[in-house]
């Protein structure tokens, strides 16, 4: 009987690859553990295969602690219950009923065997790029925040932007997943996947080769079209873990402006961060942002933006049609004035 105390099905069932390509156990172990087999150069069954995720299913029926669990470990410390024990629930396996579940459980036999079966869920990580800094993020799952612990000379995540979704083999491993009968659900993580410019690609090519199984994913909903939408609606289900921060009838006139600005070439990011307006407009002042634009219940009542110049202490209320006009207007070459 395995120890209720260290027991996970995860690796059982959970296919997971990091944003650099790298296989993985699971989704909480953040340092990329897949001992070099990697999407980039590998087969998904080469990693099914491997010594070492056998190893690893293996000591998950044992007595001994694993230190790559720790953070379920702690969680547990702490009386919170862990993704490990969460997803045991999924199978019907109960911390308080550990022995009697698990021995019912349906997949018991399933669970004992720790030769390569096939997963049936994918968790694909897109790496941490983000185009917000949502209050409760963190600098794994955002540029921004990552960015700002550098600054501020905290430990932060150590993510290169050479993602796997970008390389020449994700069409291959997408297919490999794909072709797996028994598959039933991906899901992709990040950051942001939708300013991932392959995201489309990817998800394009699951709805048409499974539109029987569940696709989901995490997003700021920010970057949400009609392409995205007609690919979703292909599949059985579709599960969107939306970040509420986005979700504020300001923030969806913010929203608006933006898609207005980027129809008309104005390059732009905005900051929805849980901090004093003053806050915001001096830590960009200092970094030099050449315009910044406030916008709140006023100015979104008028349908206007309130505009500061880098330099200038002043700042003017117009009609975004107006702002617009004149950027555009200042960012002509000296000859076309
Ligand atoms: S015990 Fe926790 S960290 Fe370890 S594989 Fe399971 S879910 Fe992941």
Not at 13 to 36: E, K, L, N, P
Not at 166 to 193: W, Y
Not at 281 to 299: C, D, F, K, Y
Request: charged residues 25%; contains cysteine.
């Amino acid at each position: 009987m395995p120890n209720k105390n260290i027991f996970c099905n995860v690796p059982r069932y959970q296919g997971h690859v990091y944003w650099d390509g790298t296989f993985g156990y699971c989704c909480v172990i953040h340092t990329a553990d897949g001992h070099g087999y990697n999407v980039k150069s590998n087969t998904a069954k080469e990693w099914l295969q491997s010594h070492e995720l056998k190893e690893f299913k293996q000591k998950l029926l044992g007595d001994e602690k694993l230190s790559p669990c720790d953070l379920c470990y702690r969680e547990e410390d702490q009386g919170f219950i862990s993704k490990r024990q969460n997803e045991n629930l999924k199978s019907a396996i109960w911390p308080s009923e550990f022995d009697r579940s698990f021995n019912e459980s349906y997949t018991r036999d399933k669970f004992l065997n720790i030769d390569p079966s096939t997963y049936k869920e994918w968790h694909l990580d897109s790496g941490n790029e983000c185009n917000l800094a949502c209050k409760m993020c963190n600098p794994y799952a955002s540029s921004k925040i990552e960015t700002m612990y550098k600054k501020w000379g905290m430990p932060t995540a150590d993510t290169s932007k050479t993602l796997w979704m970008n390389h020449p083999n994700a069409k291959n491993f997408v297919k490999e997943i794909c072709d797996n009968e028994q598959l039933k659900r991906v899901h992709i993580m990040g950051g942001e996947p939708l300013i991932q410019p392959n995201f489309k690609n990817i998800l394009k090519q699951v709805s048409e080769s499974r539109p029987d199984i569940s696709f989901s994913f995490v997003s700021n909903s920010t970057k949400y079209d009609s392409d995205i939408a007609r690919y979703l609606e292909k599949f059985a289900s579709v599960d969107i873990e939306l970040s509420l921060e986005t979700v504020d009838s300001v923030n969806d006139y913010i929203l608006e402006i933006k898609e207005y600005l980027d129809k008309n070439g104005i390059r732009n990011e905005i900051d929805i961060r849980n901090e004093k307006i003053g806050y915001k407009i001096r830590e960009h002042s200092n970094n030099a942002i050449p315009i910044i634009i406030v916008i709140g219940n006023q100015e979104k009542e008028n349908k206007t933006v309130a505009v500061r110049y880098l330099g200038s202490k002043n700042q003017e209320v117009l009609e975004l049609e107006q702002f617009v006009a004149n950027v555009s207007s200042k960012c002509l070459a000296p000859d076309m004035v």
